[in-house]
């Protein structure tokens, strides 16, 4: 299947070569456990889900807060307790030598919530 | 001895038709290729050995010529790559038990194809942009000045709070390019599937189902868009067969 | 440099190809060779799972919950 696809583009396609190899990219955003790496695969896996849950309960707090109707007394406590989540996302990150690259695996369709 | 399934057609009397074109074709490996059919629909299939099946980017890409060719004499469902199966047995009751769901989806992609539309942008450039024109707009006041003194939490909260605004904003303007996109889609009768934020600068990743004459229009629809949205990227791909528009979970 | 557009055509038109034919498409929840299939699996599960939540939290607060 030789023929060219593209019906209509503007752009350079350069970068969008890239970008839809971004999109598509199996090597970096599969998680492949094996018997060598099943202990830091595990963490990966592990993190990613605490992150994405993490995130989500971020975006929901931001979206209370900027409704108006949380007390002064509220909205410390929420940050406090979510400035302090994200240091200890960032401290396990350290600790197992993860980037935010490395937890941005395919989650398929728990992707499309953030 | 496995069997690898192409696609799922609807062939109602033409059986002879599709054998003609079956001799004609070859599958992945040069493996040959045959029907396993059921009343009106028929499994195109050839046969694998598992260990033939290791993601390879060319058997995909053969793959995929296969349901390409089918698609141009067949209307059909394409299979994912790898979906495999024991025997012509198993694969008969398959069809039989998910007979009433294919016959609906086949019916859903009648005389119709895919078309995928991609929209890029830099999306830090277009969040900035965002702002500088919503702080012209409106004086949104910050949050209310507190009685009590700043802690580190409450400006961290309001350091996310800014970030949570500039991304609603993002949202917001891509919502309106999409309702701008259905609105001209909506004349050409075509289903559409959108996704936002795929990716920082992917800001639309979008999968249109219609007519195969409407090509053209639909291209026009897309040339008058990019005008529109000058500082946008459009990029349009097609036709394929219809690999996204497939809702059937197999029994 | 014609050359190069060429090729960068054909890049852009077979990574959209595997993309389709890797991750869409029928899908047999049976005996999935690939193992990305096997993950997909999981979290179809987790997501049903999800919505589940949500449809209780609905249910709880007397609101009518929508049809799926």
Redesign the interface.
């Known amino acids: 299947m030789s023929e060219d696809k593209i019906l209509f583009n503007t752009g350079s396609l350069d970068e969008l070569s890239e970008e839809i190899g971004k999109l598509t990219s199996n090597e970096e955003s599969r998680l492949k456990l094996t018997p060598d790496n099943a202990d830091s695969g595990l963490a990966k896996l592990v993190l990613t889900l605490v992150e994405l849950i993490r995130k989500l309960v971020e975006k929901q707090a931001m979206r209370r807060v900027d409704g108006g109707l949380l007390t002064d007394e509220e909205i410390e406590r929420l940050g406090e307790t979510l400035m302090k989540l994200e240091m200890k996302m960032e401290e396990l990150k350290r600790h197992f030598n993860l980037t935010d690259r490395d937890l941005n695996i395919n989650l398929g369709p728990l992707g499309d919530l953030m | 001895m496995d069997m690898m399934?192409y696609?799922?057609l609807s062939v109602k009397n033409n059986h002879e038709k599709l054998n003609t074109l079956l001799i004609a074709m070859k599958g992945i490996s040069g493996a040959d290729l045959y029907a396993v059919s059921l009343d009106e629909i028929s499994a195109v299939v050839c046969d694998i050995k598992?260990a033939d099946?290791i993601?390879d980017?060319t058997n995909?890409?053969e793959?995929?010529?296969v349901?390409?060719n089918l698609a141009q004499q067949f209307t059909l469902?394409?299979?994912?790559?790898?979906?495999?199966?024991?025997s012509t047995d198993l694969i008969n009751k398959?069809l039989g038990r998910n007979y009433h769901e294919f016959q609906q989806n086949l019916q859903k992609v009648e005389n119709k194809c895919e078309?995928?539309l991609?929209i890029?942008c830099d999306s830090e450039k277009l969040k900035a942009e965002l702002r500088a024109k919503s702080e012209a707009d409106t004086k949104t006041p910050d949050?209310p000045a507190?009685?009590?003194k700043n802690?580190?939490?409450?400006d961290?909260?309001n350091k996310?709070?800014k970030e949570?605004?500039l991304e609603?904003l993002l949202l917001t303007y891509v919502d309106s390019v999409i309702a701008e996109i259905t609105g001209y889609l909506a004349r050409l009768n075509a289903v559409n599937k959108f996704?936002k934020m795929?990716?920082e600068?992917?800001i639309i990743?979008a999968v249109f189902l219609l007519d195969k004459e409407r090509?053209d229009a639909?291209?026009h629809v897309?040339?008058e868009l990019?005008n529109q949205y000058p500082g946008l990227?459009?990029?349009?791909?097609?036709?394929?067969p219809p690999?996204?528009f497939?809702e059937?979970?197999?029994k | 440099m014609h050359d190069n557009v060429i090729d960068r055509s054909k890049d852009v038109t077979i990574l959209e190809l595997l993309d389709r034919v890797l991750n869409k498409g029928v899908i047999l929840t049976g005996d999935i060779v690939i193992s990305v299939a096997d993950v997909d699996l999981v979290y179809v599960g987790v997501k049903l799972m999800l919505s589940s939540v949500e449809t209780m939290e609905q249910l709880r607060s007397g609101k009518s919950v929508a049809e799926e």
């Open positions: 399934i696609s799922i598992r099946l993601a980017k995909a890409i793959y995929a010529g349901i390409e469902l394409p299979m994912r790559y790898g979906s495999i199966m024991g398959m078309f995928g991609k890029f949050k507190p009685k009590i802690s580190v939490y409450r961290w909260v996310k709070l949570h605004r609603e996704k795929a990716t600068t992917t990743d090509k639909l291209i897309i040339e990019q990227n459009f990029v349009l791909t097609g036709p394929w690999y996204n497939v059937i979970i197999i």
